[in-house]
């Protein structure tokens, strides 16, 4: 164990780079807006919501966009604008707020509708660039952390490759973000009454929005700088001589093939025939299992054949469960913050609403307004689960990427 610490150290923190600036960004970030929500009363005109839907009205958008408040209630309640739906979301802690600073979280989200209605094309490159992105990264981690394994020349430096690319895509996410607060800051200019004061608010919360985007972008794109670390961890393979199942492994791995087998089956046949009852709820069980099983068949098999075409069905079959791995990694520095950064982040990040009572009474008048955006999102999350399609299929591809190593596994 000592000696595997030695080695993987610099990567056990590299791992964990990302995660601990969201740890520290949480705590700035959620400190810097209370005292900014504080620094205003609640003495504006009209709630967010209110705002946001004259403002709509306005930019004559109401054909084109809806809003919907949520509370904790919902299924899923934040700010965000879903652009297949047309709708912006609010939490009711945005909503029901009459200061400036929840005006320029609304106008933000209002500012992604403008985008995605005056540029269509552009919005859904922007939609595809994000999803690309989350495949590309984790094709990238499967190839690292399979040659770690088999030190297959030039698969690494593919990831490289694949990587890089996924900095340019995320470039489309961060322009997305900018262009969303150039547009909330001249709504909220045009807005009478929102004075001086107002507009440094607004541009303070909108500047420290996008941090987040851009410190994770950048601490991210920080492992590329240690790519050399990854290099030599690749060059030499981890492949003892080849192994062959007992009894009880091949048994096993029987049982997890067919779990994996009948989740395959369900995904492909649940969108050609209408399934019965029984063969839709096993069908459930598996694909709730399929990730911890190909875990599992993984860690069985992937030494068991020599010829390098495994090597690549093993590393395709990681795709779905490379954060599984990269969780393992991640272990020795998630104790320390379980038992350290946890309990500090804890006691540090704040609530970034001041509840007033002006909130409060707008909070419980609104109640049928929560409870009908709460029914509306809950229906729009059913829809957007094939939503985008094009994106929705890739995916879908992604989690049967094992199909290839079932076959080699059972037929060799």
């Not at 590309?136 to 020349?153: D, H």
């Not at 972008?217 to 790519?227: D, I, N």
């Amino acid at each position: 164990m000592l000696d595997l610490l030695r080695t993987w150290w610099p990567v056990l923190l590299l791992v964990y780079v990302p995660s601990l600036v969201r740890t520290v960004m949480r705590i700035a970030i959620t400190r810097s807006l209370r005292r900014l929500d504080e620094s205003h009363p609640d003495d504006m005109p009209l709630t967010a919501g209110e705002w946001l839907a004259r403002e709509i009205a306005r930019l004559g958008l109401q054909w084109r966009v809806r809003t919907a408040v949520t509370d904790d209630d919902a299924k899923l309640s934040l700010d965000a604008y879903h652009p297949f739906q047309g709708v912006i979301q609010l939490s009711a802690e945005t909503h029901f707020k009459r200061d400036p600073m929840h005006w320029a979280i609304a106008a933000h989200e209002l500012g992604h509708a403008r985008f995605h209605v005056a540029w269509p094309r552009l919005g859904r490159v922007t939609i595809a660039a994000l999803f690309l992105k989350r495949t590309l990264v984790a094709l990238a981690v499967a190839l690292v952390i399979g040659n770690v394994a088999f030190a297959l020349p030039h698969v690494t430096d593919a990831a490289l490759v694949v990587l890089a690319a996924c900095i340019v895509l995320h470039g489309f996410v961060l322009g997305d973000e900018l262009i969303a607060s150039a547009y909330a800051m001249d709504m909220l200019r045009a807005t009478p009454g929102f004075g001086p004061s107002h507009v440094r608010s607004a541009r303070r919360l909108l500047a420290l929005a996008f941090s987040t985007y851009a410190v994770g972008f950048l601490s991210r794109a920080l492992l590329l700088t240690q790519w050399p670390l990854v290099m030599a961890l690749t060059r030499d393979a981890m492949v003892p001589p080849v192994a062959s199942l007992t009894a009880l492994g091949t048994a096993l791995a029987a049982a997890l093939s067919i779990v994996l087998a009948a989740a395959a089956l369900t995904r492909v046949l649940v969108k050609l025939v209408k399934l019965p009852d029984r063969a839709l709820m096993v069908g459930a069980v598996s694909t709730l299992l399929a990730r911890p099983a190909l875990f599992a068949l993984l860690l069985l098999v992937w030494n068991t054949h020599a010829e390098p075409r495994f090597a690549w069905w093993v590393m395709l079959a990681l795709i779905p469960v490379q954060g599984y791995f990269v969780l393992a990694l991640m272990v020795p520095m998630l104790l320390v913050d379980l038992l350290v950064l946890h309990r500090f982040a804890k006691r540090w990040v704040v609530d970034i609403t001041h509840r007033t009572a002006q909130l409060l009474r707008d909070y419980e008048a609104g109640k049928a307004q929560r409870k009908v955006g709460n029914l509306a999102i809950a229906e729009l999350l059913e829809r957007a689960q094939t939503s985008p399609p094009l994106e929705h299929r890739l995916l879908q591809v992604l989690h049967l990427s094992y199909i290839p190593l079932l076959v080699a596994v059972w037929l060799a």
